[in-house]
């Protein structure tokens, strides 16, 4: 296996919209900021070993926060919708679908 397919996923977004998309078969990860949707989509089937029907990006802006008395911004990051097939589905730790 390409060790970069392994680095390309950081690992799922856990909020309520993305366990709602979840149920529906879309699953939400945060990816690295140069994975092409190719990527993802080799990755994601290989590590978990489901078939992909799509994949969707964007970029997240880094909020603008304090720290101390001085104004400071968080990293840029990409996040991935990955749409699975009829019948597949994602689990991660102790049996719990993502």
């Known amino acids: 296996m390409n ?8 690992g799922p977004v856990v909020s309520e919209r993305s366990t709602a998309a979840s149920e529906a078969g879309t699953h939400i990860f945060r990816v690295l900021p140069d994975a092409s949707k190719l990527e993802i ?3 994601v ?5 489901v078939k992909v029907d799509s994949v969707r990006t ?5 909020k603008v926060k304090r ?3 001085r104004l400071g911004r968080r990293n840029h ?3 991935a919708y990955v749409s ?5 589905k994602i689990e991660i730790g ?4 993502v």
């Open 3 to 10: 060790s970069r397919l392994l680095q390309v996923i950081l």
């Open 41 to 43: 989509k080799q990755a």
């Open 45 to 49: 089937e290989k590590i978990f070993e």
């Open 58 to 62: 964007l970029r997240m802006k880094g």
């Open 67 to 69: 720290f101390g008395g």
């Open 77 to 79: 990051w990409k996040k």
């Open 84 to 88: 699975l097939a009829e019948g597949q």
């Open 94 to 97: 102790d049996g719990e679908q």
